[in-house]
Structures are given as structure tokens and as C-alpha cells.
């Protein structure tokens, strides 16, 4: 009997990355404007109305939308709570790439954007604490991994032992 598998693949989530970046524009233009309207968003993100109306359909159906008569839309109160979360993960994201790793600004900004609504709650508050950790006490960072990477001389070498869907074992 074959195990089934936890693992949610991003096709599987509840929030695609289109979907998470509406979410942030109408919390974006109702923190700026006061409001937000089809037309609004269509224009913010540079795409057609029909589109955005699709769109917006199916964040309503996900009751993370609200419209009310004169055709405003809002955030529902579970919609709020799943932009609060993407823009914590990308925050924190962000600043573990740039600050920790060291890469560049516009990079950091990328990865986390792409990355922002996929974090678990889980890992959202552990990648919180470790940055509070990391924040506080930077010289006292210690982290620990069952992984090994002494074998590997390149980042490529370590790429190219990957192998199917399984973590490589230490």
C-alpha cells in the first residue's frame, strides 16, 4: 500500500501567488485610497477589468472578498487575516535573505514576493522566532541541521546530488 504523501505542492494550496498579490492590492489601495474597485485594481495591476472580475469571483467564492452594493470591495475578515500573514512572510523573508544571506536588494525582494504566501503557519512562527533569535543575539547564532554539507566542494555539486522528491540523507 502506497503512503500517501503531506506534502501540498503550490497548485495544491488554498492561495495561488495571483491570488495573494489581489489580496495585497485591495488592502493597498483601501489603506491609500479609501477604497477599491475593479477598476482600481485593474489599473494597479496592470491588467484588463475582465480578468480582474474573474479573479475577484473566485477570491468570493474563498469568501476572502467582500463587494458590497455600490460595487466597493473589501477584504473579508479572513481575507485581512491571510494578507497579515503573507506580508509578515514576506517580511521576514525579505530580511533573512538580505541580512543573513547576504543577497541583494532586489533579489531579497523577489524570492520573498514569490515565496510569501507558500509558508505554513508552522514555519512562519519558527522562521519568526529564529529571526527574533538571529535579530537579538546575532552573535550567538547557532543553528543546527542533521545536514551535511562538508561533502559538497560547490553549491552545484550539491544541486546536482538531489535526486526525486526525497531530502538528501546526511
Do not use: W
Not at 7 to 16: A, C, V
Not at 37 to 66: E, Q
Not at 79 to 89: N, R, T
Amino acid at each position: 500500500m502506497e503512503k500517501k504523501s503531506n506534502i501540498q505542492h503550490t497548485s495544491d494550496s488554498d492561495l495561488t501567488h495571483s491570488m495573494a498579490h489581489y489580496l495585497l492590492t485591495i488592502h493597498k489601495l483601501k489603506e491609500s485610497k479609501g477604497y477599491a474597485r475593479v477598476t482600481d485594481i485593474a489599473k494597479d495591476m496592470g491588467l484588463t477589468k475582465g480578468s480582474v472580475s474573474t479573479a475577484l469571483n473566485n477570491l468570493k467564492k474563498k469568501d476572502l472578498v467582500v463587494e458590497d452594493d455600490s460595487k466597493f470591495l473589501s477584504l473579508s475578515n479572513r481575507g485581512h487575516d491571510e494578507v497579515h500573514s503573507i506580508l509578515s512572510s514576506r517580511t521576514l523573508l525579505y530580511y533573512f535573505f538580505k541580512d543573513v544571506l547576504g543577497v541583494d536588494d532586489s533579489t531579497a525582494h523577489n524570492d520573498s514576493c514569490l515565496m510569501e504566501h507558500l509558508l505554513s503557519n508552522e514555519t512562519r512562527e519558527k522562521f519568526f522566532q529564529f529571526m527574533k533569535m538571529a535579530t537579538k543575539s546575532p552573535e550567538k547564532l547557532k543553528v543546527k541541521s542533521k545536514l551535511s554539507l562538508t561533502q559538497f566542494k560547490t553549491h552545484e555539486d550539491f544541486i546536482d546530488a538531489q535526486t526525486g522528491d526525497k531530502y538528501l540523507e546526511s
